[in-house]
């Protein structure tokens, strides 16, 4: 009986996919056949990898200018999605307040699913999550809610929008690789939560909002948050050998920010983050210290992991990333930027699913309980 289980859907194929593949033996990422070292190093805006989600090929300048201005009309959000992110207390989990903004967005837009419409319902999505994303942080460190300006661009609008300056061409471009890296990873727990959710045909920001509820937990997105919480943790870099020994060997803890279901080596867009890390850490006292804490730790859990397939993965480096643009670390901000870009890839499967391979997913499970009992009242219960 037991054997029919598998446990956490290991090795269970849920969908078909034309949007994403990972080779987790040879550390290879690619959406729709482009490696995410090609579209990084190549200059590939957000936008145009968010179009290549939704409609499987790149766009040409015409067709991008028209998909952007569909993303830009989603920057203006209803006045009570933000009263849905005003009226949690500032010290709420940053995730938590965009699944309120996006459970709010549920009860108010009337959705149907529509193959003429799907995409560009998607597109206003993406834009509506930037305007979220960037007030929510607004709203913990408690300053008032913007609408974003779109100049320059998806990650030039959203640094703008949240820190309220102007970014540099550095940190518009470490958050325009960030927004590429994180945008899909086939169908990790949170994609799979909101295929569930839109499996029932429940509207898109539903499907968000079961998703970034997965994303939240520290085994999946909240990793982001808990790798860099980590090295606060450890304070120094001389401490770092010895909290190794006390707590990962001794204390058995997770070493966060390693090990991944499927990637048996060093995570690719790991390698992508880390040099982002290496060249603006050093403007960012705080973050050039978990940078140096975090390459002795790299070292050591290489050395003791490696040979298990445990490599460093995409969430070890990107916190230092985020602190280095201007992030704190705080309410799990971290995790919360990692939705702003996985966004388009929940979408994306969201569509594929339902457009093409629409079924309801509701398995079954294993009965291990008592056999047939009768009820006794509560008086006549000894
Ligand atoms: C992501 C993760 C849940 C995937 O793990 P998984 O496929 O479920 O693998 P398991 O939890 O079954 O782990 C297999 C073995 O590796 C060990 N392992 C896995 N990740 C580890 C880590 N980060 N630190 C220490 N040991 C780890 C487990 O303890 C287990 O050892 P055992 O066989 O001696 O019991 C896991 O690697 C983890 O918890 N990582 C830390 C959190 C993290 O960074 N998450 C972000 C993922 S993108």
Same mark, same amino acid.
């Given at each position: 009986?037991?054997?029919?289980?598998?446990?956490?859907?290991?090795?269970?194929?849920?969908?078909?996919?034309?949007?994403?593949?990972?080779?987790?033996?040879?550390?290879?990422?690619?959406?729709?056949?482009?490696?995410?070292?090609?579209?990084?190093?190549?200059?590939?805006?957000?936008?145009?990898?968010?179009?290549?989600?939704?409609?499987?090929?790149?766009?040409?300048?015409?067709?991008?200018?028209?998909?952007?201005?569909?993303?830009?009309?989603?920057?203006?959000?209803?006045?009570?999605?933000?009263?849905?992110?005003?009226?949690?207390?500032?010290?709420?989990?940053?995730?938590?307040?965009?699944?309120?903004?996006?459970?709010?967005?549920?009860? %108010?837009?009337?959705?149907?699913?529509?193959?003429?419409?799907?995409?560009?319902?998607?597109? %206003?999505?993406?834009?509506?999550?930037?305007?979220?994303?960037?007030?929510?942080?607004?709203?913990?460190?408690?300053?008032?809610?913007?609408?974003?300006?779109?100049?320059?661009?998806?990650?030039?609008?959203?640094? @703008?929008?949240?820190?309220? @300056?102007?970014?540099?061409? &550095?940190?518009?471009?470490?958050?325009?690789?960030?927004?590429?890296?994180?945008?899909?990873?086939?169908?990790?727990?949170?994609?799979?939560?909101?295929?569930?959710?839109?499996?029932?045909?429940?509207?898109?920001?539903?499907?968000?909002?079961?998703?970034?509820?997965?994303?939240?937990?520290?085994? #999946?997105?909240?990793?982001? &948050?808990?790798?860099?919480?980590?090295?606060?943790?450890?304070?120094?870099?001389?401490?770092?050998?010895?909290?190794?020994?006390?707590?990962?060997?001794?204390?058995? @803890?997770?070493?966060?920010?390693?090990?991944?279901?499927?990637?048996?080596?060093?995570?690719?867009?790991?390698?992508?983050?880390?040099?982002?890390?290496? @060249?603006?850490?050093?403007?960012?006292?705080?973050?050039?210290?978990?940078?140096?804490?975090?390459?002795?730790? &790299?070292?050591?859990?290489?050395?003791?992991?490696?040979?298990?397939?445990?490599?460093?993965?995409?969430?070890?480096?990107?916190?230092?990333?985020?602190?280095?643009?201007?992030?704190?670390?705080?309410?799990?901000?971290?995790?919360?930027?990692? /939705?702003?870009?996985?966004?388009?890839?929940?979408?994306?499967?969201?569509?594929?699913?339902?457009?093409?391979? #629409?079924?309801?997913?509701?398995?079954?499970?294993?009965?291990?309980?008592?056999?047939?009992?009768?009820?006794?009242?509560? /008086?006549?219960?000894?």
């Amino acid at each position: 009986m037991m054997e029919r289980i598998s446990r956490g859907l290991e090795d269970v194929d849920i969908k078909w996919t034309r949007l994403t593949t990972i080779d987790g033996e040879r550390g290879i990422l690619r959406y729709s056949g482009y490696s995410v070292e090609d579209l990084v190093n190549g200059g590939a805006s957000a936008e145009e990898i968010q179009y290549l989600f939704l409609n499987g090929e790149l766009p040409r300048e015409q067709e991008l200018r028209d998909f952007s201005s569909k993303v830009e009309r989603g920057y203006h959000v209803p006045a009570h999605v933000l009263s849905a992110i005003s009226n949690l207390p500032r010290s709420s989990d940053a995730v938590a307040l965009q699944m309120g903004a996006f459970a709010a967005l549920a009860a %108010s837009e009337r959705f149907k699913w529509d193959k003429t419409t799907d995409r560009d319902v998607a597109a %206003s999505t993406i834009g509506n999550m930037l305007t979220i994303t960037a007030n929510v942080y607004r709203h913990v460190e408690g300053m008032p809610f913007t609408e974003p300006d779109p100049r320059g661009g998806y990650a030039t609008a959203f640094l @703008r929008a949240a820190l309220g @300056r102007e970014p540099t061409d &550095e940190e518009s471009k470490a958050m325009n690789a960030a927004l590429i890296l994180y945008m899909d990873h086939e169908v990790p727990a949170s994609t799979t939560a909101g295929l569930v959710v839109v499996s029932t045909l429940s509207d898109m920001y539903s499907g968000v909002t079961g998703a970034l509820a997965a994303l939240k937990g520290p085994l #999946h997105g909240g990793a982001a &948050e808990a790798a860099i919480a980590q090295f606060a943790e450890i304070g120094s870099e001389d401490s770092v050998e010895k909290w190794f020994q006390e707590n990962i060997l001794s204390g058995r @803890r997770r070493l966060m920010g390693f090990g991944h279901r499927v990637y048996r080596t060093y995570d690719p867009r790991a390698r992508i983050f880390k040099g982002f890390a290496e @060249r603006l850490a050093p403007r960012n006292p705080e973050a050039y210290k978990y940078y140096r804490i975090a390459l002795k730790l &790299e070292e050591l859990g290489i050395a003791q992991f490696g040979s298990k397939g445990i490599y460093p993965n995409t969430d070890f480096w990107s916190g230092i990333v985020y602190m280095s643009i201007g992030f704190p670390l705080k309410n799990n901000i971290y995790t919360s930027l990692f /939705a702003l870009s996985r966004i388009t890839g929940w979408l994306a499967h969201f569509i594929e699913y339902v457009e093409e391979q #629409h079924r309801l997913i509701r398995p079954r499970a294993v009965y291990t309980g008592p056999g047939e009992r009768r009820f006794i009242p509560l /008086a006549s219960r000894s």
